[in-house]
């Protein structure tokens, strides 16, 4: 008993190399470019900072894009509670703590899986630990892919619990309606392909697992499903219910079928499933390791006898051509039918074809143990073959950039032990547990070696001196006089998080419209189309590819930018250049008008600027202390759910110049509040406490069982 308990330990490992990171940001090695950068680390801060003041949770964050609601925002992590841990501690500390629990949690829910599958004890745990280290999963790891990771923590489990021979009824909907609830609370991006995936690996399962049912037998199940996608939905109505809002203002209704297929796998990275290189972008890393895939590879040989192998190769293969986006013919019009567009950026597809073909491969190599076949003559062959061909194809890159791909001798190595390995048994050479223990071996170390090679870590001091000496230089000048804006990313979402300034540029896959073309007629964007970067970047070169902008002053004076800082000089009257350091121009707006004024005439040219002593601002709320009559002006921006109170009596907001709010006011000093209060929130909220109610009261009499 012992002994099992110290295996179980090994379950630990995937999460090792994230555990000793501890204090550092993990970024893909040689690039340093990572979404946790972008977008967690600042976020999850603002959310600690105002938590430590006693401002609560933020449901608007001030820090890019002259303002967004964060409630509606999916990578805000706000109503993940698992997430909540991170805030616990030091930053990215609590980051990586949380990825490590949630590769825990997706190795125990894998190994359920593999239980529920009837696998064999040895089989379960080379399965789990290989699933930890899964290089399509570890490569979201890398790229700071932080709620993705979050959610594919519970897919294993909805898998397992959907396919377990449950007592009660309501065991197959309460448990796997939680697991899809959590996945939805963390990433719907993620959600919708595990969605698609569980849908047909139910369907599949029913068809051919119970051939000979009747029509009514086969739509029970379907049913349930049903069941769990409402309760799941219902659980996590306070994400998707604001972002539904959020999305139909931004720009995301003009992505058009290339913005959907964005980051297709390109048909010449086919060779990264035998070649584990470093490819343009994390999102094509899919080596699933030599065991994984020569098992796969060979699964034919056995699938007269197992028929769940028909489903995961199926699962496999379809998932695979859809990762080719529109290099598929038939993905262009799938693509069409309602719900698939939620599918985009069709590598993601990858993550699924490899939890498949893992799946598929440990239902090979567990029927190849218990039942060794005498005469195992396309075994053999296939194992040759197959391992002919890819050490070939590695021989190939290795001469023809050996600098570059010398790395590939090592997998070339694997590649020969794990064929021999499978030939040794076949010839019964060596004994199961002999092969069991090879296989473990060749496995583990070829994956973890991926993951490991394609990881850095980097510290925080080296993370936050991009654009350092600029946000000193701001704030010596006092940085609550207004915000900043760069057109060529000067200043790094997370230097301008940490040093608490507001930016009014911003990288982010939601942008309101309104403000995007407010920015575009202010000579700031050239191009009109889709982009996750505000002002896009079209080369992907931040410091040349806006270096011919215009940008009006007066326009970007009424965001209250009081600091341009850029790559580049800008050749444009209303800019006074302020400091020239070694990598930027620092120009300040004298026609910035201050967070907030008061207007006078109708021609907005008469107005009287309000003091920043007269203005508290928080994050979901914004005070000012003013005397009328005329027009209040907030440079914020207006947004469903703000509401205004002069006096302690509800009025009306009254949109300024399209993005910003304005109140009218009497003669006579006036309290001022904008606060933030969105409806759309507080439904989702209520619908997520009654779905959660519904799932505890159906798994009430189930807790024990599990």
């Not at 409402?230 to 998707?240: D, P, Q, R």
């Not at 993601?348 to 490899?354: C, E, I, M, S």
Request: aromatic share 14%; charged share 15%.
């Amino acid at each position: 008993m012992k002994i099992w308990r110290w295996k179980f330990f090994a379950l630990l490992l995937p999460a090792v190399p994230i555990l000793l990171a501890w204090n550092q940001f993990i970024v893909p090695s040689g690039t340093h470019v990572s979404d946790i950068l972008i977008s967690h680390y600042p976020n999850l801060l603002l959310i600690q900072r105002s938590l430590a003041s006693g401002g609560g949770f933020p449901l608007w964050s001030p820090l890019i894009l002259s303002g967004y609601p964060l409630d509606a925002n999916p990578l805000s992590t706000l109503w993940y509670p698992p997430a909540w841990i991170s805030l616990l501690f030091s930053l990215p500390l609590g980051i990586n703590l949380v990825m490590a629990l949630h590769i825990i949690i997706g190795v125990a829910g894998y190994w359920q899986l593999l239980r529920r599958l009837n696998l064999s004890t040895g089989i379960t745990f080379l399965g789990s630990i290989l699933f930890g280290f899964l290089p399509a999963g570890y490569a979201h790891i890398i790229a700071g892919h932080f709620t993705w990771i979050c959610a594919a923590a519970w897919f294993p489990w909805l898998a397992a619990f959907s396919i377990q021979k449950a007592r009660s009824k309501w065991e197959r909907i309460s448990l796997p309606a939680f697991c899809f609830g959590l996945m939805m609370l963390a990433d719907l991006r993620f959600s919708a392909y595990a969605g698609a995936f569980w849908i047909i690996l139910l369907a599949a399962r029913m068809f051919i697992n119970t051939p000979n049912h009747s029509r009514r037998d086969r739509l029970i199940p379907m049913i349930r499903a049903g069941g769990i996608v409402v309760l799941a939905a219902g659980m996590s109505a306070i994400v998707w219910l604001p972002l539904l809002e959020y999305t139909g203002a931004s720009t995301r209704v003009l992505m058009g079928n290339d913005d959907i297929f964005y980051l297709s796998l390109p048909p010449v990275q086919l060779t990264g499933l035998v070649v584990p290189g470093h490819p343009t972008s994390m999102e094509w890393i899919f080596y699933p390791g030599s065991v994984c895939l020569l098992l796969g590879m060979i699964a034919y040989s056995f699938i007269k006898e197992k028929r769940d192998l028909w489903v995961w190769t199926g699962l496999s293969v379809l998932f695979l051509l859809w990762s080719f986006g529109d290099a598929i013919p038939v993905n262009r019009w799938l693509v069409g039918l309602p719900g698939l567009s939620l599918l985009r950026v069709p590598a993601r597809g990858l993550y699924f074809f490899n939890f498949a073909l893992l799946t598929g491969a440990m239902i090979s190599l567990d029927h190849l143990i218990e039942h060794n076949p005498e005469k195992a003559v396309f075994l053999r062959l296939s194992t040759l073959f197959f391992t002919i061909l890819v050490i070939l194809l590695q021989v190939f890159i290795i001469v023809t950039n050996p600098e570059k791909n010398g790395f590939l001798i090592w997998h070339m190595i694997f590649w020969i032990i794990a064929a021999s390995l499978i030939l040794l048994y076949s010839y019964r050479k060596i004994t199961a547990k002999l092969f069991l223990l090879g296989v473990f071996t060749v496995a583990i170390s070829d994956a973890a070696f991926v993951c490991i090679r394609l990881m850095d870590r980097l510290p925080v001091t080296e993370a936050l001196s991009l654009g350092q000496a600029e946000a000193r230089y701001v704030i010596s000048e006092g940085k609550n006089t207004g915000r900043i804006f760069s057109p060529s990313y000067s200043i790094p979402q997370q230097t301008a998080a940490f040093w608490g300034l507001e930016i009014a540029d911003g990288i982010d896959p939601l942008q309101l419209r309104t403000y995007s073309n407010f920015i575009h007629d202010s000579n700031v964007i050239v191009d009109d189309n889709y982009s996750v970067t505000l002002p896009p970047f079209k080369s992907g070169d931040p410091s040349i590819d806006n270096i011919d902008i215009k940008p009006d002053a007066r326009a970007l004076g009424l965001l209250n930018i009081h600091y341009l800082v850029s790559s580049f000089p800008i050749k444009q009257d209303g800019w006074s250049l302020s400091k020239q350091l070694d990598h930027a121009y620092i120009y300040k707006n004298p026609m910035a008008r201050g967070w907030a004024w008061l207007e006078n005439g109708d021609d907005g040219e008469s107005y009287l600027s309000i003091g920043n002593d007269q203005i508290s601002r928080q994050n979901n709320r914004i005070t000012i202390q003013t005397t009328g009559p005329g027009k209040l002006v907030a440079s914020e921006i207006n947004y469903p759910g703000w509401q205004v109170w002069v006096d302690g009596k509800l009025a009306q907001i009254q949109p300024a110049y399209t993005i910003l709010r304005s109140v009218s006011l009497e003669g006579g000093p006036h309290k001022v509040e904008f606060v933030y209060y969105p409806v759309t929130l507080i439904i989702g909220a209520i619908v997520s406490l009654v779905s959660i109610l519904i799932i505890f009261l159906l798994s009430k009499k189930t807790i024990a069982y599990v």
